[in-house]
């Protein structure tokens, strides 16, 4: 069985395990950017800077600046928030 050393030094096997790994972690990427696009979205639909758009899901500017640069993710409260205004925005549509 062939072995391959990750960066961190940790040894994995190469092979369909790999490969389905790297998958994983593309679709987790992408997953990632288009949260970042849709958070972004929304706050520009509202109207709202990011001070503003924190504000109203009780979370810092700079959580929500991690967002939408995609190196964070929103908690399930904050998502359940960001659904709400999602929905708000449906009706004004």
């Not at 696009?37 to 991690?66: H, I």
Request: contains cysteine; glycine residues 10%; aromatic residues 4%.
């Amino acid at each position: 069985m062939c072995y391959v050393t990750c960066l961190d030094g940790c040894a994995r096997r190469n092979g369909v395990e790999g490969v389905v790994n790297a998958r994983k972690k593309d679709m987790a990427k992408r997953n990632e950017e288009q949260l970042a696009k849709m958070v972004k979205d929304l706050r520009g639909k509202l109207g709202l800077t990011q001070e503003q758009f924190a504000a109203k899901l009780g979370v810092t500017f700079s959580t929500v600046n991690r967002w939408e640069n995609g190196r964070g993710k929103p908690s399930p409260l904050a998502m359940r928030r960001i659904e709400e205004l999602m929905g708000h925005t449906k009706g004004a549509e």
